[in-house]
């Protein structure tokens, strides 16, 4: 009967996790399960749980929103780490009203989404590939800047009123999820 005892002087190279081997209880190294190349983890009970951590910060973001008749948050991920995040409101420089007073919203006021990617476009990112996590589903306006902006996949909270916008997007081939909690 042969020893299971690990080899002297082995360590763990970096980038490994280790993982029960079958035989003997010993430990063996294989490569962690990253978010990178892909769109998704290979496990979907671990993409699941990132979908709702992310969408919890979305939510988290959408507080900052100065509007009051919805805000709306949203996180923009690539290759496993935050590139942007935005929330509706005012153009900077405008005064943070969002509705006028008979509570109607101003039309200058932009969309989460519309923030996010506008943000990533000032920095030396892009949103190429990436995931857009949003509280509520894009108008259609927000849908096209979606598709132009090479988002992949689109996870969401709550519907739009208007779900043309989600339909422009599987039509683009956007990856679309609809979360029902976060």
């Known amino acids: 009967m042969r020893a299971c005892l690990p080899k002297v002087g082995s360590t763990p190279a970096l980038g490994t996790t280790p993982l029960a081997a079958a035989s003997c209880g010993r430990v ?22 990132y979908d709702r951590a992310y969408m919890k910060m979305a939510l988290e973001w959408a507080k900052l929103s100065h509007c009051t008749r919805k805000k709306v ?39 989460a989404e519309a923030n996010a990617i506008m943000k990533v476009a000032r920095s030396t990112n892009n949103a190429r590939e990436a995931t857009l996590y949003l509280t509520h589903s894009p108008c259609k306006d927000c849908s096209k800047l979606v598709l132009q902006a090479g988002i992949k996949r689109l996870v969401f909270r709550e519907a739009y009123k208007d779900t043309a916008g989600l339909a ?13 909690e976060a």
């Open 73 to 111: 948050g949203a996180i923009l991920v690539k290759e496993g780490m935050i590139i942007s995040d935005g929330y509706n409101g005012t153009p900077t420089g405008f005064p943070n009203d969002c509705e006028d007073a008979q509570g109607a919203t101003h039309w200058y006021v932009l969309h």
């Open 168 to 180: 422009l997007l599987k039509d683009g081939g956007v990856d679309v999820h609809q979360l029902a």
């Open 28 to 49: 063996r190294f294989q490569p962690m399960s990253t978010a990178q190349d892909s769109l998704v983890h290979a496990d979907p009970v671990k993409q699941a749980r």
